[in-house]
Nanobody, 115 residues
Framework: QVQLVESGGGLVQTGGSLRLSCAAY????????MGWFRRAPGKERAFVAG????????WYADSVLGRFTISRDDVKNTVYLQMNSLKPEDTAVYYC????????WGQGTQVTVSS
């Protein structure tokens, strides 16, 4: 059974940092694109960041560009999201996704940024 398990969420003050991790089990994702999405209260799920299977290409939502960095460690079968300069509007449940059509999803981890 394929599982994506997120961790690293929590409560942080405005301007703080968090690093989210997404560990994959049951399948290797080294050749697949991986990404992060988020769902803020009262809003639909939105794309945050993505990375290709090679790790060469990365892309970001405009709202996080310059503050968030996605990376991957294929030896550990894990993807990361480094989040810096956090703002209250970054408060959301963050989801990891994998596969060319985002076929696989984690259960999410809560990030709360206090003002």
């Amino acid at each position: 059974q394929v599982q994506l398990v997120e961790s690293g969420g929590g409560l942080v003050q405005t301007g703080g940092s968090l690093r989210l991790s997404c560990a994959a089990y049951g399948r290797t994702f080294s050749s697949d694109r991986m990404g992060w999405f988020r769902r803020a209260p009262g809003k639909e799920r939105a794309f945050v960041a993505g990375i290709t299977g090679s790790g060469i290409s990365r892309w970001y939502a405009d709202s996080v560009l310059g503050r968030f960095t996605i990376s991957r460690d294929d030896v550990k079968n894990t993807v990361y999201l480094q989040m810096n300069s956090l703002k209250p509007e970054d408060t959301a449940v963050y989801y990891c996704a994998g596969g060319d059509r985002w076929h696989y999803w984690g259960q999410g981890t809560q990030v709360t940024v206090s003002s």
